[in-house]
């Protein structure tokens, strides 16, 4: 098992961490515990957690539909009103047992309700254990606009378990496998070599490139944990890559996170490229990625206009600029200034042509 300790909160990874958690909730002296899971992870998940934790058995259960679409405000009032129905108190602790969007809304659920529940998250998707469930960042979309209400609160715990990956589809190892690639290619160049060599979307699911995607995170959230700096460059690819998303989200258009960001990355590598932060070396190595991966997003015109009024809301903006973190050669990090819009288009065109999508 690895341990990665972060003010407090400590990351444990590998097949054998349901131990650390058992003593994790023998020392703290909880008065119940309330486990948090959506339709496909109390199927696939709970019965696997509580064969390996019977402090667990007993706990109350709350479960949420699966997707994006419920992680709205919405959806939080129905889990606050739950926990107030079950008269819980400020000794309970939350278990998020489920992918980003359930320990995304859980880490807020449990962050705000009575000022603070202690929570544990136990992330079951590949994407949720190398990023959403770690770093302390949790929240909800606010009208299909991504992660406009939230915290940043570390869990207590987070139990990383490959043993959940068996149930995960295909779709669903690529859209974990983006936060991976994204991590690499802004911390970590040898990393992100050894990455481009894979064979196929199963060289991910190893413990040590799961172990080294949170460290390259963790490393970051810990130097800086409120985003005054350094953690900015986790936003590479999010810029375009969430506008997307959220636009999608708008139109019921089945497009996953890491699948708008691997987009992100491409387009706002492009826009680097054009604005001669980065080379075309640098370039071709993130397109040769996501081609071999990812299929193409289609992006009509209606889109990219949408995407723009998204990306000028953005959070990272400050007086009207907007802000993207790119990867300025593999595994270094730069911020840079986007006055100039029209640059969006000249991406998605770029995009459009290398997928072939005209
Ligand atoms: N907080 C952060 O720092 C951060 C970082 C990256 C992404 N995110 C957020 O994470 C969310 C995406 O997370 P996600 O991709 O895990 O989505 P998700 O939580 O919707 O999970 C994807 C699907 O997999 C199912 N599932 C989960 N575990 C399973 C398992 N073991 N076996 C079978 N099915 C399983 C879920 O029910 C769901 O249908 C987005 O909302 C994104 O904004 C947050």
């Given amino acids: 098992m690895k341990k990665i300790v972060n003010a407090g909160s400590a990351v444990v990874i590998g097949t054998d961490t349901f131990r650390a958690l058992n003593n994790f909730i023998k020392k703290g ?10 339709e496909h992870t109390v199927q696939h998940c709970l019965p696997v957690l509580v064969v390996h934790c019977e402090a667990l058995r007993s706990a109350e259960l709350i479960e949420l539909e699966s997707g994006e679409m419920q992680k709205n405000m919405e959806t939080c009032v129905q889990v606050w009103s739950a926990l107030q129905d079950m008269q ?3 000794n309970t602790l939350i278990v998020n047992l489920g992918g980003g969007v359930i320990t995304d809304l859980g ?21 949720a254990m190398v990023d959403a469930s770690v770093g302390g960042k949790n929240g909800v979309d606010l009208n299909t606009i991504k992660n406009q209400i939230g915290t940043i609160t570390l869990p207590k715990l987070v139990v990383v378990n490959p043993v959940f990956l068996q149930t995960l589809d295909e779709r669903q190892i690529r859209n974990g496998m983006a936060e991976i690639v994204k991590v690499a290619l802004i911390r970590d160049a040898v990393f992100f070599k050894k990455l481009s060599l894979f064979r196929s979307s199963r060289s991910f699911i190893n413990e040590e490139t799961i172990v080294r995607a949170v460290q390259l995170k963790q490393e970051v959230v810990k130097k800086d944990p409120y985003e005054q700096h350094l953690r900015k460059c986790l936003n590479f690819g999010h810029s375009i890559g969430h506008a997307l998303e959220s636009v999608c989200l708008e139109e019921g258009r089945d497009v996953l996170h890491g699948e708008a ?6 387009m706002e590598t492009y826009v680097a490229f054009c604005m001669k932060r980065c080379s075309k070396v640098t370039l071709k190595a993130v397109e040769k990625m996501a081609l071999k991966y990812y299929a193409g997003i289609p992006l009509p015109d209606s889109i990219i206009t949408r995407m723009k009024t998204h990306i000028r809301h953005d959070k990272k903006n400050v007086n009207g600029t907007c802000w993207f973190a790119i990867a300025a050669a593999p595994g270094q990090f730069g911020m840079m200034a986007v006055n100039d819009l029209t640059l969006i288009d000249k991406a998605a065109a770029h995009y459009t042509q290398l997928y072939n999508l005209t």
């Avoid at 002296?29 to 959506?38: A, E, H, R």
């Avoid at 659920?109 to 202690?118: F, I, P, Q, T």
């Fill in 88 to 90: 819980v108190d400020k």
């Fill in 107 to 127: 880490g807020f659920v449990a962050s705000v309700y009575k000022r603070g529940l202690d929570f544990v998250n136990i992330p079951t998707t590949l994407l």
């Fill in 29 to 38: 002296n909880y008065t119940s515990f309330v486990i948090l899971c959506d």
């Fill in 261 to 266: 960001i691997v987009a992100g990355m491409v």
